[in-house]
């Protein structure tokens, strides 16, 4: 039977953003209602799970991007723990990055460690012997040393997500299925309609549908313009502690190699413009592991448990939209690219603080709805 539910504030899109907002939200006592659609491309279950500011930080983006990675980060503790989940049920753990300087890239990452002093990050540049005494089983051909990054963290984002799903069903936080499929005014509400013929009116919506988001944000007459950048993954089974801290190796894409739990080693992963299909390529997929072969040659041994591929939503500046739109009724929060998981929690709490017109706390002046953006010129397809 269909249902018809009156809220507070409706959230369209239960990733981590959409859900890590219906959490917040609740925990000010306003009554939500999720809207999800298609687990098919799902950034929020397709990512590593690294929490890395400093690894994932380009000084040529505004400081205000890294103020928010940091707070992503410092906000993490204290989040898990005013919902009451322990670090071990989603898999959090503070971890220090080792940031590979690999022979493969043209420019040296050395000169990163200029503006992490400045920003107060706590690093080291090691020499190729001081990573081979630090991580004795990667292979000292393919790199020209490392930064040495402390204190970051990695977590699971599936267990999170889990975790914040069933915190919302027993907090009467309902999560809709079908996907929103119309909009309409209804007293100067919104009544939205989902595929499953349930409806939900509300004072106040949240768009949160990640890579969906422009397609959403059309229903109700907005310009939302994200993209989906894909990313292949692969997740093999090798024997426990083989690094000792995570390696990172930007070369150009985004290569990582994550140990999220003992014998656990998610590799990755690509970033593609070109293909909407959900699926992983020979091409994409060869080049991850004869990659992570060439860092972990014991590698070679590893067993391949799965792979996949999800949509990091992208605005052509890369950095999130976390603001009211020109409806006063709507706040988007899209746009998390490569840090969706890092910025869950922090998230949640800034557009919680918006729709109850309340300061954020942080400036959220570079992440406006409306800033002018370039159109996106990398996609073969036009969103
Ligand atoms: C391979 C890969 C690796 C990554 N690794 C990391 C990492 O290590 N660290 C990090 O911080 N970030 C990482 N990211 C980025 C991160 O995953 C994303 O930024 C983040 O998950 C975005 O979350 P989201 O909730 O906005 O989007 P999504 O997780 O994509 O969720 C959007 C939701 O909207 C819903 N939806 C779609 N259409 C509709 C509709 N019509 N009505 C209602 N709902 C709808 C969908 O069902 C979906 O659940 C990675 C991403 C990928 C793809």
């Known amino acids: 039977m269909s249902r018809n539910i009156r809220v507070d504030v409706a959230v369209v899109g239960d990733g981590l953003i959409g859900m890590s907002t219906a959490l917040h939200l609740r925990r000010r006592y ?5 809207i999800g659609g298609t687990t098919q491309g799902r950034a929020s279950t397709a990512a590593a799970g690294m929490l890395t500011p400093a690894c994932e930080y380009d000084p040529w983006m505004p400081q205000e991007f890294y103020e928010l990675l940091r707070e992503g980060l410092d906000y993490y503790p204290p989040f898990l723990s005013a919902f009451g989940f322990t670090p071990e049920s989603v898999g959090f753990r503070s971890t220090d990055f080792t940031l590979l300087d690999l022979v493969e890239r043209p420019d040296s990452l050395q000169s990163r460690t200029e503006w992490m002093d400045k920003y107060g990050i706590e690093n080291r540049w090691l020499s190729p012997a001081e990573v081979c005494d630090a991580e004795p ?4 051909r393919t790199f020209r040393g490392a930064i040495r ?9 599936r267990a999170l997500l889990q975790a914040m799903t069933e915190w919302a069903s027993a907090e009467e936080c309902p999560v809709l299925v079908g996907g929103l499929t119309g909009v309409d005014d209804e007293h100067g509400r919104l009544r939205l309609t989902t595929g499953e013929g349930d409806t939900v009116i509300a004072d106040q919506v949240v768009i949160a549908a990640g890579s ?6 059309r ?5 939302i313009p994200v993209c989906p950048v894909k990313g292949q993954i692969v997740r093999l089974a090798g024997p426990p502690g083989l690094l000792r801290s995570v390696a990172f190796m930007p070369s150009g894409g985004c290569g990582s190699i994550v140990s999220r739990s003992p014998g656990e080693y998610i590799v990755g992963t690509s970033e593609e413009y070109l293909r909407p299909e959900t699926d992983n390529t020979a091409g994409v997929v060869g080049t991850i592991l004869s990659r992570l072969c060439a860092v972990v040659p014991e590698a070679a041994e590893w067993r391949i448990e799965e792979m996949w591929s999800g949509f990091r939503p992208m605005t052509s500046d890369e950095l999130p939209i976390l603001a009211r739109a020109d409806d006063p009724r709507i706040v988007v929060a899209t746009g998390h690219h490569r840090n969706g998981v890092l910025l869950t929690a922090v998230t949640g709490r800034l ?3 918006l729709i109850d017109d309340e300061a954020p706390g942080l400036s959220l002046d570079r992440f406006r709805y409306g800033r002018p953006l370039r159109p996106h ?7």
Do not use: C, M
């Not at 089983?137 to 000292?140: A, E, G, K, N, T």
């Open 30 to 34: 306003l009554s939500v209602a999720v």
């Open 137 to 140: 089983h990667l292979s000292p």
């Open 149 to 157: 990054i402390k204190d970051e963290a990695v977590v699971n984002p």
């Open 212 to 217: 969906w988001s422009g397609q959403v944000g």
């Open 219 to 223: 229903a109700f007459g907005l310009d």
């Open 351 to 353: 557009v919680a603080a």
């Open 377 to 383: 010129t990398r996609f073969a397809t036009k969103y």
